[in-house]
Antibody, heavy 123, light 107 residues
């Protein structure tokens, strides 16, 4: 089955760190860039991070709201992308979703999503 | 950054109605525009990509179009399962940006 599965969410105190994961299966994970998108409770979708494939140097992009605090990375040997979140704030509370992105075929851009992992930042 | 202005923010419609939702990009994005449907408690579902290409498996009552920097999602005859929130997304330039969403409710 073609799928993405997020994991690692939970309750974390403000100022602390958390790493969440996005693991793919059923498709060539290493051939796709990966996005992280979040959705705060009752709010809209917010794109936050992107990592290109190793063929494109695994370069990264970030939204201003997380730049300097969050780091996206990937380990294609594990078919997994990560989001390291540091200096967490209460406003980072959200469901975090990953989605694949093909750099060569628009048919495979944001077509596949994980089920999301909830990150709650609270004291 | 490219801003996506989406209208209306909410609307009430009846089954069978023709529904039009618009997104306007603050600068040119060519066809790097996708539309998503999201129901409560569910993940986004892509309906349209490349501005006008219908996602496989999505009913043909959904369509997308572009005129310059204006993009339109049309539902030709609203069905009960179409009541949801709809988002546009530009992926032409980083940072990618979603529109704020349009909630389609039952009249």
């Amino acid at each position: 089955e073609v799928q993405l599965v997020e994991s690692g969410g939970g309750l974390v105190q403000p100022g602390r760190s958390l790493r969440i994961s996005c693991t793919g299966s059923g498709f060539l994970f290493g051939a796709h860039a990966i996005n992280w998108v979040r959705q705060a409770p009752g709010k809209g979708l917010e794109w936050i991070a992107f990592i290109r494939t190793e063929a494109y140097g695994a370069t990264t992009e970030y939204a201003a709201s997380v730049k300097g605090r969050f780091t996206i990375s990937r380990d294609d040997s594990k078919d997994t992308a990560y989001l390291q979140m540091n200096s967490l704030k209460t406003e980072d509370t959200a469901v975090y979703l990953c989605s694949r992105y093909s750099l060569s075929d628009w048919a495979f851009t944001f077509d596949l999503w994980g089920q999301g992992t909830l990150v709650t930042v609270s004291s | 950054d490219i801003q996506m202005t989406q209208s209306p923010s909410a609307m009430s419609a009846s089954v069978g109605d023709r529904v039009t939702i618009t997104c306007r990009a603050s600068q040119g994005i060519n066809n790097y525009l996708a539309w998503f449907q999201q129901k409560p408690g569910e993940v986004p579902k892509r309906l349209i990509y490349a501005a006008s290409r219908l996602q496989s498996g999505v009913p043909a009552r959904f369509s997308g179009s572009r005129s310059g920097t204006d993009f339109t999602l049309t539902i030709s005859s609203l069905q009960p399962e179409d009541f949801a929130t709809y988002y546009c997304l530009q992926h032409s330039v980083h940072p990618f940006t979603f529109g704020p969403g349009t909630k389609v409710e039952i009249k």
